[in-house]
């Protein structure tokens, strides 16, 4: 069976992944396309898909089984809401929706259908490192985790599109999401270091240094720059009590020239992530097909959201902000325990 497929928002990322269900993977068809922009929408419609004119318009229609969601944040909600009423699978890109308000909402809707039917972008949990790193851990040969290491640089950021806070409340939830998943733990606390300013790039607050209060006691000191002008730098680093599990630093190619041995750096996410996200979407087409999701959920958007939220305000007051997080619902799996 072949799952028909309605894309909404056709921009970078939305266009990357119409390629991936096109061109590279099996199972889908994308059957419906809609952006704000219809002539950008038309410009990235597949051959044989339909543009529609409004993202309910393709969520309602016959020929859309499951839906992607590749517009900006602040769409995210309505069109999560739609797609939830409607019953069909939805891959919503991060961030899940911009507030926590917002991320209770979809949460009290998927809850109130009854069976989970949003996955969340968080392209990580499906990195072939990553997964390898977590099976160390829950493995236990090294003990338990005692610290997490998460550093994330990027070469470079849109000047004037990306603002001070965008480290913290859209860089952030990828590492606060990997290091939830990779510890099997809930952020407690937040709190947020400003070192000396870069002057590389444009006027933004570069780079920060946050960390994660685990409920366990674990803390995961993330270090985000976001103009490091050498590339996409990806590290994460687990201390536990008997050794230290790391990710390897990728990709692996050494080249060795008159200048020396070094190992290329990825540009952008794009190319550091690339099979991770095929594998994403590999499981995302499975899980859909069967009327589902599977991986990262709105539980886990809304946890990634106070995270952010909690970081910002930790900027404002200089200490630990804490996270509250409501009761998990039991679609979402057990609750994480607390620390004795
Ligand atoms: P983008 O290039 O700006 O594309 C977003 C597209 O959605 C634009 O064409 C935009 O039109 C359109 N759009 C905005 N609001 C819409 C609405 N209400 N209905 C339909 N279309 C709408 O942005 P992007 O980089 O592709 O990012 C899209 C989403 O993916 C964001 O949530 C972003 O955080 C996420 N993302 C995730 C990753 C990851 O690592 N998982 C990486 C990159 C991006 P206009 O330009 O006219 O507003």
Known sequence: ???????????????????????????????????????????????????????????????????????????????????????????????????????????????????????????????????????????????????????????????????????????????????????????AEVEVRLPRRSRQGCDLRDPHIVLLHMVSGVIVDVEISVNIAYGYDIRGEASCERGVAALPNRPATVISDAHGIRQAIPEDWRERFLEAYDQEFREWIVAASDGTATGPSTWDGYAATLVGDAALRAVASGVREPISLIEKPALYGPPVARAA
């Open 1 to 187: 069976m072949t799952l028909k497929v309605g894309v909404i928002g056709t921009g970078m990322i939305g266009q990357d992944h119409i390629r991936r269900l096109t061109q590279v993977l099996s199972g889908a068809v994308v059957t419906g396309v809609t952006d704000i922009d219809l002539e950008r929408a038309a410009s990235a419609a597949p051959m044989g898909a339909q543009v529609f004119d409004t993202p309910q318009a393709l969520i309602g229609s016959d020929e859309v089984e499951a839906v992607v969601i590749c517009s900006w944040g602040p769409a995210h909600e309505e069109q999560l809401l739609t797609c939830i009423a409607a019953g069909k699978p939805v891959f919503c890109e991060k961030p899940l929706v911009t507030s926590a308000e917002a991320a209770l909402r979809v949460m009290e809707a998927e809850v109130a259908f009854g069976r989970r039917l949003v996955q969340v972008g968080f392209m990580r949990r499906f990195d072939a490192d990553y997964r390898r790193l977590k099976a160390v851990i829950d493995g236990g040969t090294l003990g338990l985790p005692l610290m997490y290491k998460s550093v994330h640089r990027n070469a470079s950021v849109p000047a004037g599109l990306y603002t001070s806070d965008m480290p913290l409340n859209d860089t952030l939830v990828h590492d606060a999401d990997i290091s939830r998943w990779l510890l099997n733990d809930e952020v």
